[in-house]
């Protein structure tokens, strides 16, 4: 979850916006808000745009991922959907950015998927407050 609280005393606008994702997408409503209350320009941040994935395309990254001595990630394929979960949390959705690199919609954080010599995805780098990798264990 996410929040934001802004007052601005000379112009008298308060902002409270709570946000049920981590994402900060409660921030740039906020902003918006704001500028449009205090008569003032905004240009939104460009949304990122998934690619298309297909089924064999995903499938080569599904597996388990060593993140720490007691903790997995768990990648799944449905289709050409993608999802990442960090047990005991709920799985989130992984989506295309370029070729082996995905991000969450839900989260300021990514995924970098790393091939070997022959092609198979061997590991993965958790972006989220620094940079995490993961060993591929199945």
């Known amino acids: 979850h996410h929040a934001f609280l802004g007052f601005d005393p000379k112009k008298k606008i308060g902002i409270l916006v709570l946000a049920s994702t981590a994402a900060l997408v409660g921030d740039e409503v906020a902003v918006a808000v704001y500028s449009d209350l205090a008569g003032e320009p905004y240009t939104p941040r460009p949304l990122k745009t998934a690619l298309f994935l297909g089924s064999a395309q995903a499938a080569a990254y599904a597996g388990r991922y060593r993140l720490a001595p007691t903790q997995e990630l768990i990648v799944k ?29 839900v989260v300021e954080a990514g995924v970098t998927f790393h091939r070997g010599a022959g092609g198979r995805v061997e590991r993965l780098t958790l972006h989220q407050n620094g940079d995490h990798p993961a060993p591929r264990i199945e």
């Open 77 to 105: 394929a449905d289709g050409g959907r993608l999802t990442l979960q960090v047990p005991p949390q709920q799985p989130v959705g992984l989506y295309l950015e370029a070729e082996d690199r995905f991000f969450f919609r």
